[in-house]
Every structure is written in C-alpha cells, then in structure tokens.
C-alpha cells in the first residue's frame, strides 16, 4: 500500500519535548498535519493499518506514559483565524492549531468581551471544546456557537452545534460521550463587541479594584488574570520552577449537599469552600482538599512534587518519569479520598 505524496509519517519521535510536563517515551509513528488535507490522509492511514490514532494539541493537558504510544500521533498545526459580524455580535472562528492566548489577545485587542478571563491558559483552541476550558467565571461554552470536526468513523466533515458537544464543568461529548470519534477542525465563538468585562470572580474584581479601576476595559481584566495567573505559575514563563506542569491536576470535584455536609463535618474547625451549582451540586475546592489532607506547596517526592505556588499543579523535576507522576497524583487521591470521602479526578488525559 503506498502512502500518499503529501503524507510524512516519522517513526519513533520523542514526544516529552511536545509536552509541558516533559516525560513520556515516543510515539510509534507520528505526522504534523498543517492543512486538513493531511489530517484526513493521516486518518486514513490509521484506520487503513488499524492503528491507534492520537491527536495533540499543545501538549499541556496529556501524560505519555514511559514507554510511549504504539499509535499514530498527529500534531493538529492548522493556523488561521476568520470573523463574521452578525447582529450586535461577531463570530470568530479560528483553526484548531491556533495557540489559545493568542486567539484571547486577538479578541480583546479588537473590543470583544467573552474570552478575556480565559487569559494565559496555555493550549491550542483544538482543546478547548473538549474540555470546555474555563476560568475566572467565564467558560468556552459560554460563546462557542459550532465546533467543525472531522469524525474518525465516516471519514467525514461536521459541523456541530453547542447542544451536540454535550458541554458540562471540563467535560464535553468529545471527551466523555464519544472520546476519540472527533478530531476538532475549527471553533467559532460569537463575541460581543464593545461588551463589559465578566468580573464576576472575587480574585479578578478584587485585583481591579486594587489598581483603582472604576471603568475596568477588557485589556485591564486581561491584565488581572494574567497577574493572578502569574502568582499561581499557571502561566508558562520560561525559567519558573513550576513551569513543568499541566496545570491544575485535578478538577474541582461537583459533589451532592449531603456529601459536601460530611466534608464539613470531617474538616472540624476549618471551613472548606463551597460554591452551590446549579442542579443542586456543590463544588467543592480541590486545591483546598489536598492541603486539608496533609499535603503542602512545594512538597516533592523525588523528581515529583507539588507547585510552590498552587496545591493543584503536579511539577515534573529533572529525572522524572510518567510514573512518577501519576504515583504521585495517586497518592493525592487516597489522602484525600481517606481525609474527606472524595476522590478527585484528573484533569489531563494519561494516553494509553
């Protein structure tokens, strides 16, 4: 079977230097798919061989397991960003390879509020329907109106609408319902032009009303989460100690009033933070769990540890394995499922 011209499939390539976390053994066979052309030969070529098939992004929400992936990997580079002004409203619709932070600053920079707390998260917008990113009161859900996709098992082009991504908290259809059937092509998020800052989060409105902001823009609520961002090493900066991370580990665990009563009651004098969702689940803070379990900033085991800047964020050091850190991650969950009943679940995806 001869493989088609424009189709350059490696073998063996290393794939920790295309994470944040930096551990990981290689991918078996591995193609850079900068137009969808070539993503969709790449497809093909998978399911012509029966091979596993594993998309990434930018690397910063996945763990490779050590001995790597007996599977095609396609690193998804489509560029290109596109804008269509509708009714009181713009949609801005850009290719999945494009790096998120920069899609923000394209938004915020032209006046259109609805991404601006959604500043510094590292990624590509590929990622974000999937795991409806969110942050500082705002989630991508929030403004996306069609995700394009290509499904893995007609071979075909889509268009999806927000009601069939299925989002929830971190969750969407593409990460739980139907996890692998969609490679996501492109989003469109409909923005509001001249809109008002979301400012609805305490540490956000807090910090504007430090800086004496009685008019806050949207670049001045940018400005604030990136600040906030940075205090927490949630924002890839090149020489932070922190830097090797996924970010948050673990999501906020949603848990039912009675569950979230014995949390209390297991805390004795101390008070965990609760906020009521709706449908009636309680969410609960996860950074809150792990310290109230025993476990504190900065605290490593070996080559793994936590941030010395936020409890969530699990560091790999120099010398770290994949199983270091899931080991790790682990042991947060006993500890925390022993202290207070919960068990808290990963954020990142670990790739078989």
Request: proline share 5%; aromatic share 6%.
């Amino acid at each position: 079977m001869t493989e088609p011209a424009a189709l350059r499939v490696r073998e063996h390539v290393a794939l920790a230097p295309y994470t944040t976390l930096g551990v990981g053994g290689p991918a078996r066979w591995f193609v850079e798919a900068k137009d969808e052309a070539t993503l969709t030969e790449a497809v093909a070529w998978a399911r012509e061989r029966r091979v596993a098939l594993r998309i990434l992004g930018g690397g910063s929400n996945i763990v490779v397991p050590d001995a790597g992936v007996d599977a095609l990997v396609v690193q998804v580079a489509l560029r290109g960003i596109a804008t269509h002004e509708i009714r009181g409203a713009v949609d801005v619709t850009a290719a999945a390879g494009e790096p998120w932070d920069d899609l923000v600053a394209f938004a915020v920079g032209h006046g259109w509020a609805g991404l601006e707390c959604l500043s510094g998260i590292p990624g590509l917008v590929g990622a974000t329907p999937m795991q409806n990113v969110g942050a500082y009161g705002q989630e991508v859900s929030d403004t996306v109106v069609a995700v394009r996709a290509l499904d893995t098992t007609r071979g075909e082009t889509v268009t999806l609408s927000p009601a069939q991504c299925g989002f929830a908290y971190r969750n969407s259809a593409f990460k739980s319902r139907e996890p692998g059937r969609y490679v996501v092509l492109a989003v469109t998020y409909r923005l509001r032009p001249g809109g008002a800052p979301t400012l609805g989060y305490a540490d956000v409105a807090r910090d504007i009303s430090a800086r004496g902001l009685t008019a806050p823009t949207l670049s001045d609520a940018r400005t604030s989460v990136l600040a906030i961002r940075r205090t927490k090493s949630m924002v890839l900066v090149a020489g932070d100690p922190n830097r090797r991370s996924c970010g948050s580990f673990f999501t906020n665990p949603l848990v039912t009033p009675e569950d979230a009563e014995r949390v209390v009651r297991r805390a004795g004098d101390a008070t965990p933070p609760r906020w009521p969702q709706a449908g009636g689940a309680v969410k609960l803070s996860a950074a809150w769990l792990i310290e109230h379990a025993g476990f504190r900033r900065g605290q490593r085991e070996g080559a793994v540890g936590l941030s010395t800047a936020h409890a969530l964020a699990i560091v790999a050091h120099d010398g770290a394995r994949a199983a270091d850190v899931l080991a790790f991650a682990r042991r947060l969950q006993d500890a925390v499922a022993e202290r207070f009943g919960v068990r808290l679940s990963l954020e990142p995806a670990v790739w078989q």
